[in-house]
């Protein structure tokens, strides 16, 4: 099951480009092309949400620690960077006391919420370098390793999580963005298909 | 041609010559109110944002962190000579001030321009806590990389000049905030490098990216974890 979560929405319209392009909307575009790939792939998938609303980011990630072996994908345009470009995350190791590392969700050991996503680590930096790695060969000018940063969203996910971050919303239309969602959807939906089979084998 | 229709060309033509008459006064009054707001944003700095001078002030020459001009998406550390206090709290208030209002140029600002640094504690285990305006907040553009940067910028600017800070908090008007724009976490605490670990070059580790850009960057991890710069920040 792969979780996708278009960020923000509602109001939230998150980053805005002097052009009015709006990362809501260009996120909840993605992660409609990138369903269809995923599902090309024998995915199962699940959006956080399907219109213009704006679930908190505890909501968001419940949608993903209620599915047994999820992969969570937040996805995000930036105000900057260089445009054309695409950044994947995972989540920076906080270090606090030791948390359940397990390769699958386990049914048997209470996980804090607020500290969820330390047990997924690696997992989910595996992920981001399969992601970023087909993001780096369809993007020129892409990092070709991830990077780590304390993206909110993804503290809360009890499941291999990611964000992966386009730029931008300060190109003079949307157009290069629409082009760059198909290709990205590609992307992300082989690498992730590459991430099933170790992650798999994992939860099992 | 009827009489109506010279008529409102005539109109017509008085309106244009009104236009070009007028156009240069108006866009002179347009650049005035621009002006005259820059003031106001300036205004409202002097008053609120005290510059903090002290008795133990000595100029060096400080180690700071904006965005570099030859990788935007990273940062770059810049050397330039401020008056710094012995005490640690009014040395970062003078770093953070002068992180927000001597950025060398607008592009390689980090932090927001109308952004107030309201207060600076030091707690005795080193946690520093940094209480911003809501510019802050309100004005960093939204954004994973941006924001990370934002944060990187306080953080390595802290590390490279205060060596009693080992992890900093940030408040938001007094208040903990989820998100700093948006996206990166803010209920946590960022580690602090101390002043040789954050000026000297980050040091290749087994599993840390290569960055292309100008300077290799740390990232801001939560303060929690080793202290060891294993993380980078986009290049």
Known sequence: MVVLDPAHGGADQGARGESGIAESDIVLSFARLLRISLEAQGLRVLLTRQANDDPTFDDRSKTANAQRGAVFITLHVSSTGKPGTARVYSLAQDGGPPVYRGTGLSRTVLIRWDRAQQGYLDLSRKLAELIQIQMAQRFRGSAETPTTAAVRQLRTVAAPAVAIEVSSVSLPDRTQLDKMAPVLADGVARAVAAFRLVYEAGVK | ?235
């Open chain 2, 1 to 235: 041609m009827s009489r109506g229709l010279k008529t409102t060309i005539a109109i017509l033509a008085v309106l244009v010559v009104f236009g070009l008459i007028t156009l240069p006064s108006l866009r002179q009054a347009v650049q005035r109110i621009s002006a005259t707001q820059r003031t106001e944003e300036q205004a409202r700095r002097d008053v609120m944002q005290v510059p903090v001078s002290t008795p133990t002030d000595v100029k060096v020459k400080a180690q700071m962190y904006w965005l570099s001009t030859a990788s935007p998406a990273s940062l770059e550390a810049t050397a330039i000579e401020l008056p710094l206090s012995a005490d640690p709290v009014e040395r970062s208030k003078q770093l953070l001030v002068a992180l927000i209002t001597n950025a060398p140029s607008t592009s390689q600002r980090t932090l927001p321009p109308d952004a107030l640094l309201l207060a600076f504690y030091l707690q005795p285990d080193g946690t520093g806590v940094a209480d911003f305006s809501d510019a802050l907040s309100a004005e960093t553009p939204s954004g994973i990389q941006s924001e990370q940067l934002a944060v990187d910028s306080i953080v390595r600017t802290l590390g490279a000049n205060v060596n009693v800070i080992r992890q900093l908090k940030i408040l938001i008007r007094g208040q903990e905030t989820d998100t700093l724009a948006g996206h990166l976490d803010l209920s946590g605490l960022f580690s602090v490098s101390p002043p040789s670990a954050a000026a000297a070059p980050a040091s290749p580790v087994p599993d840390a990216p290569v960055t292309t850009g100008a300077v290799k960057t740390t990232t801001t991890t939560p303060a929690r974890a080793p202290l060891s710069p294993t993380k980078q920040v986009p290049q």
